[in-house]
């Protein structure tokens, strides 16, 4: 029923940026969170940002100082800027959000993932 798109993946050399996008559409009736994780290959996935509707973020300490997540609120988007890639942030990122019902249900749901490759 909650839909997430995401859009901005691609191929970048160390020291690039890259700006995802994730746009929630559906039926909709809160967003209590919105995030990015990621997986790289022989890896878990990992939480790599997240931010509550209030604003207040988390980022995981490998990122910090170098990605920023933000929230469009009206739109229902949540960004990952990402600057000064490493290889070792290659991975497939996904999006992540929380929804809210008007019971006071919470579930949540996944984007589809978009691949991200740093190059040396």
């Known amino acids: 029923q909650v839909q997430l798109v995401e859009s901005g993946g691609g191929l970048v050399h160390t020291g690039g940026s890259l700006r995802l996008s994730c746009e929630a559409s559906g039926s909709i009736f809160s967003i209590n969170t919105m995030g990015w994780y990621r997986q790289a290959p022989g890896k878990q996935r990992e939480l790599v940002a997240v931010i509550i509707s209030g604003g207040s973020t988390d980022y995981a300490a490998s990122v910090k100082g170098r990605f920023t997540i933000s929230r469009d609120n009206v739109k229902d988007t949540v960004y990952l800027q990402m600057n000064s890639l490493k290889p070792e942030d290659t991975a497939v990122y996904y999006c992540?959000?929380?929804?809210?019902?008007?019971?006071?249900?919470?579930?949540?749901?996944w984007g589809q993932g978009t691949q991200v490759t740093v190059s040396s």
């Open positions: 992540n959000a929380l929804l809210g019902t008007w019971l006071g249900e919470e579930y949540d749901t």
